[in-house]
């Protein structure tokens, strides 16, 4: 019995030690990302918790910034491979000669309006009203997109244009009429502030406007000389990415314990946005959404967001899956 004892210990020591080993020589790649509150952070802190990225052969390191610092780092270069930034942005900066790549799709967009004014009730509503808005994100460009189509005259609407921290206390200091929001305050909002806030969704339109759903709007890019040489890496952050698509539908309240202390979002509020689609993950190669891609980059053209299409290199088409 001591002999089988030892024996099993000696196993089990073993295989702890090739263990530690294959984590050594696993290879790791840093992604820089919007900082808390953000779908990317969210993102993150989903994989870290369950190592969707070491079980896949990869080891994803998050670096977390501010928007502006996050933006300038990856345009420059400082960051090689980033969640940071939107399809628009992307467009943005391919235009102006940076060599970024869209590699795969994580999220689908979602924005929306909240109010505390009876008479608004729809976007068609906004003329002669204030808005709260962060008014450099492509979040807000899309906004603009769905107005427009919805006929209305931005010429007449004042804008408020402030960061994301200070949206909610333009609207609950009623120093503007509505207020543009996106996940996961949005639901954050909703939560604290039980029965006093109106929604405008307008997102579902594009459907509508399209004829299919909107897909494309958030995910993996990098630049091409990153690309050239970790091509064999891409597969294997995509297959993380996959794996967190694939887990969370089945293990909602796990996910919004797991976002509640990374993030400090109330777990009912992140439960709200799961429940409601408001965080609408599709992992999907750029490629197999090439055309849903250009209607994007078609919506960010006619909302003065971008002057023109950016070439198609800024779609990966090497091996994703």
Do not use: C
């Amino acid at each position: 019995m001591v002999r089988l004892i030892a024996s099993f210990l000696t196993a089990a020591m073993t295989l702890a030690g090739a263990a530690t080993v294959l984590a050594q020589n696993m290879p790791t790649v840093q992604i820089s990302s919007f900082d808390k509150p953000s779908f990317g952070h969210t993102t993150a802190s989903l994989i870290e918790a369950n190592d969707f990225d070491k079980k896949h052969g990869v080891d994803l390191q998050w670096v977390f910034k501010q928007g502006r610092a996050a933006n300038t780092d990856f345009a420059t270069g400082r960051d090689k491979i980033t969640i940071a930034s939107a399809l628009l942005s992307e467009a943005n900066r391919r235009l102006k000669g940076v060599k970024s790549v869209y590699l795969f799709n994580v999220l689908n967009g979602h924005g929306a309006l909240l109010t505390m004014d009876p008479t608004i009730n729809s976007i068609a509503d906004l003329e002669g009203k204030s808005l709260g808005a962060f008014t450099v994100t492509t979040n807000y460009a899309m906004f603009r997109y769905f107005a427009q189509k919805a006929g209305v005259d931005l010429s007449k609407v004042s804008v408020q244009s402030t960061n994301t921290g200070g949206l909610a206390t333009l609207l609950m200091a009623k120093r503007a009429d509505a207020v543009h929001f996106w996940e996961p305050n949005y639901s954050k909002m909703l939560v604290s502030n039980p029965g006093k806030l109106k929604m405008i969704e307008y997102f579902h339109q594009w459907q509508a406007i399209h004829g299919a759903p909107q897909r494309g709007f958030l995910g993996i890019a990098a630049h091409e000389d990153w690309i050239a040489a970790n091509k064999e890496l891409i597969p294997k952050i995509y297959k993380a990415f996959a794996e967190l698509a694939k887990w969370l539908p089945t293990h909602h309240d796990e996910a919004a314990s797991i976002i509640e202390e990374a993030a400090g979002v109330p777990k009912e509020a992140f439960l709200m946005a799961l429940s409601t689609a408001r965080y609408p993950l599709d992992v999907v190669p750029a490629a197999e959404i090439e055309s849903n891609i250009k209607a994007l980059f078609q919506a960010g053209i006619e909302s003065g967001y971008m002057k023109q299409m950016p070439d198609d290199g800024i779609i990966y088409r090497g091996k994703v899956r």
